[in-house]
């Protein structure tokens, strides 16, 4: 019973997993297995929090350090699609200056993906809007500080 019962959930399992693959390509299946970035991050230096039409809510940390990211992350209370792009966004930010920052759209992290969902695609816009939310929020707080 036990090994027939072992067996059906492995096999459901995959079944998942070839779907997801299907589904997100290899790159967005390999984050979804691995979200890595996941946040939040210690006394970030900025941090925004954007909620989507589809009522998600994705949230960017960012650190900074000479003027480039140093450390970046993610939290999502949405859907694995959106666990994907946060953690891409994250990713991408890493090792950005401002104007390099800028260029993390939401075409740019689909791009990264090669493959995604039509209907998931707008969590890499609300990805990408969140960080560069963090964005403004870094560049406003260093011209007060000048
Ligand atoms: Fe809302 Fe993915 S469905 S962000």
């Not at 299907?22 to 967005?28: K, M, P, R, S």
């Not at 003027?67 to 993610?74: E, G, H, S, T």
């Not at 990713?91 to 992290?109: F, H, Q, R, S, Y």
Request: glycine share 8%; with cysteine; hydrophobic share 35%.
């Amino acid at each position: 019973m036990a090994d027939h019962l072992d067996a059906f959930i492995e096999n459901l399992q995959q079944r998942i997993f070839d779907e997801t693959r299907e589904a997100f390509g290899e790159v967005g299946f390999q984050r979804w297995r691995n979200p890595r970035y996941r946040g939040p991050l210690d006394a970030p230096d900025s941090r925004a929090r954007v909620t989507g039409k589809c009522g998600d809510t994705m949230q960017i940390f960012l650190k900074f350090e000479n003027n480039r990211v140093c450390d970046a992350a993610y939290l999502t209370d949405g859907c694995g699609s959106s666990t994907v792009c946060g953690s891409l966004a994250a990713e991408m930010a890493i090792g950005k200056n401002p104007d390099e920052l800028v260029a993390i759209t939401g075409d740019a992290i689909l791009e990264k993906l090669g493959r995604f969902p039509e209907e998931d695609r707008h969590c890499a816009f609300l990805a990408a809007e969140t960080l560069q939310e963090a964005l403004n929020r870094y560049m406003i707080d260093r011209m007060k500080t000048k």
